[in-house]
């Protein structure tokens, strides 16, 4: 069956310029999450959907940061003016609900900013 | 003192070897319990999933919590080169906290 689908899976652009990021969950799953993964550390928290709701948007870095998620499916995270501490892996994951199933993740958008 | 304490390695054994694993948590909330698997380049694929204490067991992996001890293991049975990755302990109260990651490397 499909798993989770992220694209691309490899962006390069100037700092300054915006990106979007795509993720595609599984189908079914309510709850969408993503993540920050840089070289050599762990998972950092980003922003969680239920649905087309973000109710927890603690973990989003700064304002240039943002997601937004329709039809209760697919999900887009866009940074604007990219600064190059921008530069990491970018994961989502979806649930069937929140509180007690386990995420499933996509392999990841690889983004580096020159 | 952070919320879930994963030792990083890099951890290297030979193929064979039995490979333990280890997480502590401060937390005594939480309830459920994961160990995924992250290939290079790759996103981390679910091993395992567990509810509170006990031992849980996946053809060559078995999972034990001990929670009052606040402390999850993940053992790898007849450990092959095929199982050098990083392995992520999670958990889960009101949302999921993760493990920064262990690099195992199986020599063959």
């Known amino acids: 069956g499909a798993g989770v689908s992220q694209s691309p899976s490899n962006k390069v652009t100037e700092k300054g310029k915006d990106v979007e990021l795509r993720c595609d969950p599984i189908?079914?799953?309510?709850?969408l999450y993503w993540y920050r993964q840089s070289l050599g550390q762990g998972l950092e928290f980003l922003i969680y959907f239920q649905g087309n709701s973000a109710p927890d948007k603690s973990g989003l870095p700064s304002d240039r940061f943002s997601a937004e998620r329709t039809g209760g499916s697919v999900s887009t995270l866009t940074i604007q003016r990219t600064q190059q501490e921008d530069s990491a892996v970018y994961l989502c994951?979806?649930?069937?609900?929140?509180?007690?199933?386990?995420?499933?993740f996509g392999d990841g958008t690889r983004l580096s900013i020159l | 003192q952070k919320e879930v304490e994963q030792d990083p390695g890099p951890l290297s054994v030979p193929e064979g070897a039995i490979v333990s694993l280890n997480c502590t948590y401060s937390?005594?909330?939480?309830?459920?319990f994961m160990w995924y698997r992250q290939y290079s380049r790759k996103g981390p694929e679910l091993l395992m999933y567990t509810y509170s204490s006990g031992n849980k067991e996946d053809g060559r992996f078995t999972a034990q919590v001990d929670k009052s001890s606040k402390y999850i293991s993940l053992f790898i049975r007849d450990s092959q080169p095929s199982d050098s990755a990083t392995y992520l302990c999670a958990m889960i109260h009101n949302d999921m906290r993760f493990g920064a990651g262990t690099r195992l490397t199986v020599k063959p």
């Open positions: 937390n005594s909330a939480f309830q459920y």
């Open positions: 994951a979806s649930s069937l609900g929140q509180f007690n199933q386990p995420q499933h």
């Open positions: 189908s079914g799953h309510t709850a």
